[in-house]
């Protein structure tokens, strides 16, 4: 079997589309054909040369799509079936699996490292040569091979190009909210970076009920994005210390960080209230190091913390979403930003490099 994918051969090349060779389906595999797939920053860092990983690899991991074949063994899914892809493909065994977190699954994040499945093949190859498989998925292609555990129907009624988000930036920036910090009603919240990931996160402070929900950002057109999704205040971050002191004059109760960096991390601890929570969401590069004044947490009591993919399950993740979709209250057509054929790779992610207010799409 082939298909048509786009690949990555390295930082500042360009990307060329290929046919490249597709091992068969086994019996617990799936073959989706991929009907969109967004770009995201884990995406960027490896095109930025941030991730070193093995080439020629196919990126992409936040993708939805139509079930094709399905294994002998599959059970739940078939033929004609739209699902979203989970890209945590995980050993189902290991402490942190057992756990219900299979993004943080150790035998994954192996495999993430090295390019590979859990199992250490790839199920690609080119010219005889192997592809590696961007964050454990590679679905910047027309069609990809994965475990039936990962791809995660969603019924009819919403289309797939908004689908796609679903697959990394709504469960990240969603479940940041509702699963890792569990904001409360009432609660104050800033959210640092306005981009998918941080424009669910707005969108899942409004459905937690905080009452104050800042949004900082310096990309034109995204404060206007996040007004429309229930923040109540939208700021350049360059006006953001002076403008919290009178919005939230101890700080946020919780604040996250959403892009990723070490200098938009300690943004978000910065305006934390004393006691209160900062969650780092977005991927830092890799090396990156934090360097944080203790009094952050021995006299302001603040706590600092982490969330990988939301902190939950995403098969359990998925339909909770899904019903905040179907119910109104979370937006996914609104943050579909431009869409691009896989032709056109290179434009899509200069595209994505240089920011837009909704996410880039590329679909085959
Ligand atoms: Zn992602
Ligand atoms: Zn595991």
Redesign the pocket.
Same mark, same amino acid.
């Given at each position: 079997m082939t298909t048509r994918a786009a690949v990555f051969w390295g930082p500042g090349e360009p990307f060329t589309v290929e046919e490249i060779e597709l091992a068969e389906p086994g019996p617990e595999e799936v073959v989706v054909r991929i009907a969109a797939a967004?770009i995201?920053?884990?995406?960027l860092h490896s095109v930025k040369g941030e991730f070193r990983r093995p080439t020629p690899m196919v990126l992409g991991?936040?993708g939805a799509g139509v079930v094709e074949v399905v294994g002998s063994e599959v059970d739940g899914l078939a033929p004609g079936d739209q699902v979203v892809l989970s890209?945590a493909p995980s050993c189902g065994e290991c402490a942190d699996c057992r756990r219900g977190r299979p993004a943080a699954c150790t035998r994954l994040h192996d495999a993430l490292g090295k390019g590979t499945l859990v199992d250490g093949t790839t199920g690609l190859s080119l010219r005889g040569e192997t592809v590696y498989r961007g *964050?454990a998925t590679g679905c910047f292609a027309e069609r990809v091979v994965v475990s039936s555990r990962v791809a995660l129907p969603i019924g009819e009624g919403v289309p797939l190009r908004e689908a796609a988000l679903l697959?990394?930036?709504a469960l *990240?920036g969603v479940g940041a909210v509702l699963f890792a910090a569990r904001v409360e009603v009432g609660s104050s919240v800033l959210v640092v970076g306005a981009g998918a990931?941080g424009q669910f996160a707005v969108q899942a402070a409004h459905i937690a009920g905080a009452e104050t929900i800042v949004a900082a950002d310096p990309v034109e057109g995204r404060l206007e994005q996040v007004l429309r999704l229930g923040a109540t205040h939208g700021l350049d971050p360059a006006e953001l210390a002076e403008r919290l002191a009178e919005i939230a004059p101890d700080g946020a109760d919780y604040a996250f960080d959403a892009v990723g960096d070490p200098a938009t991390t300690e943004i978000a601890l910065a305006c934390t209230r004393s006691g209160g929570t900062a969650v780092m969401v977005g991927?830092p590069a890799a090396g990156a190091r934090l360097d944080l004044e203790p009094a952050h947490f021995i006299r302001r009591e603040k706590w600092l913390t982490g969330t990988m993919y939301g902190s939950e399950d995403p098969a359990i993740a998925l339909p909770i979403l899904l019903e905040h979709v179907r119910a109104g209250r979370l937006d996914l057509s609104g943050l579909v930003g431009p869409e691009y054929s896989l032709d056109r790779i290179d434009e899509a992610i200069d595209a994505a490099l240089a920011g837009t207010p909704g996410r880039v799409l590329v679909t085959p």
């Open positions: 967004g995201c920053g884990t995406d991991h936040e890209w *964050t697959g990394c930036a *990240t990931v991927l």
